[in-house]
DNA sequence: TTCTATGGTATCTTTTTGGATACTATGTTT
DNA sequence: AAACATAGTATCCAAAAAGATACCATAGAA
């Protein structure tokens, strides 16, 4: 049939400023509090998070869990479905990583090159 | 040694409203003018078109032909690097297509998916 | 009684991204 | 002589995304 092109849709779930580094935590946890991923990502503000994590939810990408009691306690998790992302996120993580090497030949060591994860150990393996 | 999720990286160079669908179709014809990229892409504006070919010719996805005469003549070509993220772009679009379907059997069929790209025959095997 | 902890929301401002429009250069065609 | 074709730039404006800041509810601790 006719040929349609979703990199747009997997783009979907990935673009924001912060929903890599979401997901790259909560998939490496499992699961995390919200404050927890607050403490984690120091410099995002809790109208971002609370953001992105309803758009991982709309997604079925994470799963928001309420504990009703004070203070409030909600956590947020990976989906089973989610996993079916890590071929995805894992293809995109191998390729982002030998280009960073490709731009450094072409362009030299110079070009600020953010690692914006790192020493997270023992979580390599999913991402 | 550190482990740093480049999945950002990737993401580089596929953000951007118009970019997909540029490699998409310079994927697919494998060389294209710039006049040719503004016929199949109707709505995009010169200034658009312009900015995010040069974004994907400094990361080395796209080449730019000038050939000096006038009127002038310019052509865009996918590099042989750039061919390195055509599994990238493949995983992507396959699982963007199951994740269209999963929506779909969450939400139901009515919220608006457009298909960006259609009937673009015989161009599938790419992406 | 006041403070703390938690997971938010509401509002406003700034920054980033994208769009509209006009302009340019110049050899060829009419 | 004027118009056309091509591949842009330049300028200004609108819209979208992100950030800053303040506020809320409430049980329990100090």
Redesign the pocket.
């Known amino acids: 049939m006719a040929s349609e092109c979703k990199v747009e849709t997997a783009l979907e779930i990935l ?4 929903k890599p580094i979401i997901l790259f935590h909560l998939f490496s946890k499992g699961t995390m ?4 991923l ?1 403490k984690t990502l120091p ?12 758009e991982l939810e709309y997604h079925d990408i994470v799963h ?1 869990k ?2 009703l ?8 998790s990976i989906t089973e479905y989610a996993k079916g992302m890590l071929p995805v996120l894992d293809a995109m993580n191998t390729w982002g990583t030998a280009h960073v090497q490709h731009l450094n030949e072409l362009y030299g060591e110079n070009r600020e090159v953010e690692p914006f994860v790192s020493n997270v150990d023992g979580l390599a393996e999913g991402m």
């Open positions: 673009v924001g400023k912060w509090r919200f404050s927890e607050q410099d995002i503000t809790k109208k971002m998070l609370t953001a992105q994590l309803r928001r309420v504990y009691q004070v203070p409030p306690k909600v956590e947020y």
